[in-house]
């Protein structure tokens, strides 16, 4: 209530204030008339007429226009032209009723064309003097307020500038922008004062506290330089939302965020045969195994924005199927789906998934993918990534599903991990049905996936969190990385073109050394790589490689239709022969024996090389238990 009488006060006051003019600006048009000389007696009675007919009439204009719905602070043009209609049909009433009363015998024509003029003038220069004052003791108030230069002059930049002027968090000392014919001039007031390179002398000349990056189309270039100049003074970077995040085009200063890895390793945002994708999932009953993971919750994420008929999401950790439950029903409020919660390996199970569910599209993401772990486990990692996918492909095939997507690994190609080799075995199987059956088969390969669970980007970001050291395996270690928005785009994509029996390499781009990338994250974090935070390098784990391949050297790469995704022409493998593979492998994992797994393991894909021999294995395999002291 204090509040909305505090408004209401402001509002009477600014009323009076313009009711106030209106005599003067009367009296000031007697004088002009007169060549600024006295007012004759016999035009008095004129002017006592027109000022008690004008005063009411321009009360009850102002208030049927809404000229005090605004706030001064913010006087716009809108407020402007409300205040020049008002006065205008204010004049013409006020002319109207004195020609009524006395046929304006006593009133010069001229005043009335002289005080609507001054009138609109000096409320006009009222309302905008006083925004001008406001803005300037703004931008000259420090106190409390975070020092801000922007980088990028153009018409994001120009519309967070007028936002920031509502706000008390930054205040904008000046703009950097590489367009030589921007640099000199003011953006609201606010100066270009050279390009990118220019940063380091900025932060220091004007005090920066922190840089705004307003270039939602900045690359990826661009944004490493800025960062990188910020990080060696210690000053913060806070940036606008990419283009494909800024949906709706608005830009405001709650959209500000911090810098974060994936906009420095992001690529151009993938570009999706939309016609195809939506023929592809449009009214289908589509299952994602996985669905809480990483990969799995931004499949359905997406596949619910293409309406299916049904998706039904499984998993077997209940907290991650509760996430994604809550976000799609946060997202994809009209969506119908279910939640699932279950294990990939129980063939009873599954069966009863594809009975009750009946999905026609089928998303294999759910698998162990953590390399040293399932080093550390093999027989479940067998059991989880080669026996659930034969679970599921089965399903598929016995219920007639007309695609299946499994989600596949950079790691399959020339394996030296237990995990890998379970996924190219995961490849093969799915190559052999789709020989035999009505369902399509697909596969898609790809790299690691920034910030997915169990990636090297969280963990980096606790060690830094921790204070450091951020350990790095080897110092020339590099590994392919894509956006999980990207990664499940493509597979999408992949979905709606393959035909069956395919291999989609996915385009990982340029391969990322992984010292440099705990580097960046270290400046991102406003701290000095060596100074602040040390890098230690730890050795390779098991089962690791130096460099990660996408295909083998013999696979012939074949372009699609999609620039993004490519045909990998690999070795297959007769139903028959794997049948048979799967069977000894099944009774090594049965019979808990590691050494025959991995011998199946072996002949099944002979490309597998082990990283480590059995005596080491064994060794490892034995080594002491921790003890707890009770």
């Known amino acids: 209530m204090k509040l909305k009488s505090k408004g209401m006060s402001k509002r009477v006051l600014v009323f009076a204030h313009d009711i106030g003019w209106v005599p003067i600006t009367i009296l000031a048009a007697y004088w002009l008339r007169l060549n600024l000389g006295l007012i004759p007696k016999a035009m008095r009675p004129g002017i006592v007429e027109l000022v008690s007919v004008a005063i009411v009439v321009n009360a009850i204009s102002f208030w049927i226009f809404g ?21 205008l049909v204010g004049t013409i009433a006020t002319t109207v009723m004195c020609f009524m009363i006395g046929r304006l015998q006593t009133i010069p ?27 300037h003791s703004f931008k000259l108030d420090f106190e409390n307020k975070t020092r801000a230069l922007l980088v990028g002059a153009g018409r994001a930049g120009e519309m967070l500038v007028r936002d920031l002027e509502r706000h008390a968090e930054f205040v904008p000392v000046a703009f950097v922008d590489d367009d030589p014919h921007k640099q000199g001039q003011e953006v609201r007031g606010v100066r270009v004062r050279g390009g990118v390179n220019d940063i380091p002398r900025l932060l220091e000349e004007f005090t920066i506290e922190t840089v705004l990056i307003t270039m939602p189309s900045a690359s990826r270039k661009v944004l490493d330089r800025v960062v990188q100049m910020c990080a060696e ?9 990419s283009l494909v995040e800024l949906v709706d085009g608005r830009i405001e200063v709650s959209r500000l965020r911090p810098v974060t890895v994936e906009d420095l390793l992001g690529r151009d945002p993938v570009e999706l045969d939309q016609k195809s994708v939506v023929s592809f999932l449009s009214g289908k009953r589509v299952l994602v195994t996985g669905g809480g ?9 997406q596949i619910g924005k293409h309406e299916p008929g049904l998706l039904t999401v499984l998993d077997n950790c209940e907290y991650n199927l509760y996430r994604i439950d809550q976000d799609i029903s946060a997202g994809c409020p009209g969506l119908v789906f279910n939640s699932v919660l279950g294990d990939v390996r129980d063939t009873r199970f599954m069966n009863a998934v594809f009975e009750k569910y009946k999905p026609q599209v089928v998303f294999h993401a759910a698998a162990y993918k953590h390399v040293p772990m399932v080093e550390d486990n093999i027989i479940e990692g067998i059991r989880n990534n080669v026996f659930g996918t034969q679970v599921v492909a089965d399903a598929a095939k016995r219920h007639e599903a007309e695609t299946f997507v499994l989600i596949s690994t950079d790691k399959t190609v020339n394996p030296t991990n237990v995990m890998g080799t379970t996924k190219r075995v995961a490849e093969l199987y799915c190559q052999a049905l789709n020989k035999s059956c009505s369902t399509h088969f697909i596969t898609t390969r790809f790299g690691n996936v920034l910030a997915s669970a169990g990636s090297v980007v969280p963990l980096f970001e606790r060690q830094i969190a921790a204070g450091g050291p951020v350990t790095v395996t080897h110092p020339e270690i590099t590994r392919y990385f894509m956006t999980i928005r990207e990664a499940a785009s493509l597979i999408l994509q992949a979905g709606a073109i393959g035909k069956g029996g395919e291999i989609f390499v996915l385009d990982m781009g340029e391969p990322v050394c992984i010292a440099d990338l705990a580097e960046k994250l270290i400046q991102l974090s406003g701290f000095q790589p060596g100074r602040d935070i040390e890098i230690a390098y730890i050795g390779l784990r098991p089962g690791e490689k130096l460099h990660e391949e996408l295909f083998y050297a013999q696979e012939e790469l074949r372009h699609t239709v999609h620039p993004k995704l490519m045909l990998a022409s690999c070795r297959m493998m007769a139903s028959a022969h794997i049948h048979d ?19 199946s393991l072996k002949a ?27």
């Open 581 to 599: 593979e799967l069977k000894d492998l099944n009774g090594a994992v049965i019979a808990n024996n590691q050494d025959e797994a991995l011998r």
């Open 67 to 87: 000229c005090y719905r605004g706030i001064w602070r913010f006087a716009s043009i809108p407020d402007l032209l409300r205040l020049f209609k008002a006065i």
């Open 109 to 135: 024509r001229s005043v009335l064309v002289l005080y609507p003029l001054l009138l609109i003038g000096i409320l006009s220069a009222a309302r905008v003097a006083y925004r001008a004052f406001k803005d």
């Open 293 to 301: 993971g990483s990969i799995g919750s931004e499949l359905c994420r």
């Open 604 to 630: 099944l894909v002979p490309e597998f090389l082990p990283s480590m021999s059995p005596e080491e294995r064994k060794q490892r395999r034995n080594r002491p238990q921790l003890q707890v002291v009770k």
């Open 233 to 241: 003074r210690g000053v913060k970077c806070r940036t606008l939302p």
